[in-house]
């Protein structure tokens, strides 16, 4: 399986799985993937280094087994993370991630995690020092901040944390890494734009994301609208490209790409009421939340009711 894209230079949202509905836990992967998520973060707890337990090595292998190609970012806030390093990466994890309060011989651990073909990063507790991270900045490929106390989902944001963040930067950007930053604990779309101001490039949200009724409108927001240029995908209908024939990429992202309004749909005329009637069912789910959207936005959506009311009830065509 070929490595993540680690290119700085654009946010990366990353669900967190301990918010999600469990008794649907695939189905609720593939949403956040439709939904334009760009990782899927697990939040390992063992009862020891935090009080909670949660998923382990057989979560991790349902989700890839569930969505091969999805980044698992695995975040370990175990006790000697070591034992069960080489259970979570033949499970499918892409990224390992462990504490430095709870790895003996950290620089030996990342070595380790590399050894076994994964991707490795450093995290540590709100009350650690950063100074801790310094032995292995140079050897890390994501440095994982946490901004809440681990163990528990739907904490409020730390605000220090925010200043953690940019010393963070500033120390990876001094020793002229490459390395990510990701950001971990009550990561909001009210707090997402000061994250990425002060550096972050990965932000994890759990109840943010799978709490929302929205799960495309809230990964919109945290990222913050801006266009993936690089995959032409539009924030708002967060399609990669067009999927019905006959609209060309330029008409297709002639948008507003801060979420204020998209074009995907706005053909009109015969044209468009054929088109309707050969929608897949995944280009219908796509125009049914684009309409949904549009209609909780207050703005009058770019087809016509008796459309909109045919799409919505499944009878279109």
Excluded at 149 to 155: A, I, R, V
Aim: glycine share 10%; aromatic share 4%.
């Amino acid at each position: 399986m070929p490595k993540p894209d680690m290119t700085r230079g654009k946010i990366r949202i990353a669900p967190s799985l301990l918010a999600c509905r469990f008794e649907r836990m695939g189905e609720e992967i593939e949403a956040v993937r439709r939904a334009g998520a760009d990782w899927l973060h697990f939040d390992v707890m063992d009862g020891r280094f935090v009080p909670n337990i949660s998923v382990g090595p057989m979560g991790v292998a349902a989700a890839r087994r569930v969505s091969p190609d999805f980044v698992l970012d695995v975040h370990l806030m175990i006790a000697d993370p070591d034992r069960y390093l080489e259970d979570f990466v033949r499970a499918g994890a892409d990224l390992v991630t462990v504490h430095v309060e709870a790895a003996g011989h950290l620089h030996r651990t990342v070595q380790a995690i590399h050894a076994l073909g994964a991707l490795a990063g450093a995290t540590l507790n709100p009350g650690t020092p950063l100074c801790a991270l310094d032995p292995v900045l140079g050897d890390v490929d994501l440095v994982l901040i946490m901004s809440v106390n681990p163990g528990f989902g739907g904490q409020k944001f730390i605000p220090s944390a925010l200043e953690r963040v940019r010393e963070a930067r500033r120390m990876l950007d001094a020793r002229k890494s490459g390395a990510l930053l990701e950001v971990d604990g009550g990561v909001t779309a009210g707090n997402a734009a000061a994250l990425r101001e002060a550096g972050a490039d990965v932000l994890v949200a759990g109840t943010a994301v799978f709490g929302s009724p929205d799960y495309a409108g809230a990964i919109r927001e945290i990222r913050g609208g801006e266009m993936d240029t690089e995959n032409n995908r539009c924030p708002v209908c967060l399609v990669d490209k067009p999927r019905i024939e006959g609209i060309s990429n330029k008409d297709a992202y002639k948008v507003d790409c801060h979420g204020k309004g998209c074009g995907r749909f706005s053909y009109s005329g015969p044209a468009k009421i054929e088109k309707l009637k050969n929608l897949t069912l995944d280009e219908r789910e796509v125009l049914k939340a684009y309409i949904v959207r549009k209609n909780q936005d207050g703005i009058e959506p770019c087809l016509d009711k008796m459309t909109v009311d045919a799409i919505l009830a499944g009878t279109a065509g």
